[in-house]
């Protein structure tokens, strides 16, 4: 009797500690384990106070549809036209990316260009990125609706953008 | 210089410095929140844009008042 009740309490006190360090091993594993991703998302929610999104809003009201850089570029459209026009460095740094053929066309069909240009100025309160590359492949869009062939479309429009960087650096 | 500034009227540019005071307050903001989540080298990028805009600034207000 008192053989089976010896046996009884060994075969528990063996099953607690088996239990307890099966506990420490998994929460030793989790503690090792990258925070997942609902963990995560509670800290950046956190991060964002009443104050700081009443500041981030109020800053959102503030800035215009397009910021500085998007106004440079307006600023710069609007100086390459000028130069289409009369003349001077600017026009002279459109040209000296051209081709003969092309640089024949661009000055015999500067009212084409002009018009996608006016369509770019436009575009640029929607775009939403605005890097050499997205400029040159609008107004290389552009051109060809205005009429301009592809043959001179996309050289006019990779050397206006490159001007437009050029201005605004 | 931007270049552009040889080619605009001190109205424009005096447009420019506000729009730049507008968007430098962005990136500080942005800086301030987000800086240990940004690696070493974009928090170099944006604290060297951080600093050409402060200067920027600068220099166009300074034009702007020995034009007026």
Aim: contains cysteine; neutral net charge; hydrophobic residues 40%.
């Amino acid at each position: 009797m008192l053989k089976k009740l010896f046996c009884g309490v060994l075969a528990g006190v063996i099953a607690f500690s088996s239990f307890s360090m099966l506990g420490n091993t998994s929460a030793k594993a989790a503690s090792n384990l990258p925070p997942s991703p609902v963990v995560q998302k509670e800290k950046s929610e956190t991060t964002y106070s009443p104050s700081s999104l009443s500041a981030q809003s109020s800053i959102e009201s503030e800035v215009q549809p397009y910021g500085a850089k998007g106004f440079m570029v307006k600023l710069a459209i609007q100086t390459i036209k000028v130069a289409i026009d009369k003349g001077g460095s600017v026009l002279n740094y459109i040209i000296k990316w051209f081709d003969k053929d092309t640089a024949s066309y661009f000055t015999k069909n500067k009212s084409k260009v002009i018009k996608a240009l006016n369509q770019l100025e436009d575009w640029i309160d929607d775009a939403s990125d605005l890097t050499q590359s997205t400029i040159k492949t609008k107004l290389n869009s552009l051109l060809r609706s205005a009429g301009v062939p592809s043959t001179y479309s996309l050289s006019i429009a990779d050397a206006i953008a490159r001007t437009i960087t050029w201005l605004i650096l | 210089m931007r270049k552009i500034y040889e080619y605009i009227s001190i109205d424009e540019k005096k447009e420019v410095v506000e729009k730049l005071k507008a968007d430098l307050k962005e990136l500080e903001q942005e800086i301030n929140q987000n800086k240990d989540s940004f690696s070493k080298f974009v928090c170099e990028i944006l604290y060297s844009t951080r600093d050409k805009w402060r200067l920027e600034i600068e220099e166009l207000e300074n034009e702007i008042k020995a034009n007026s």
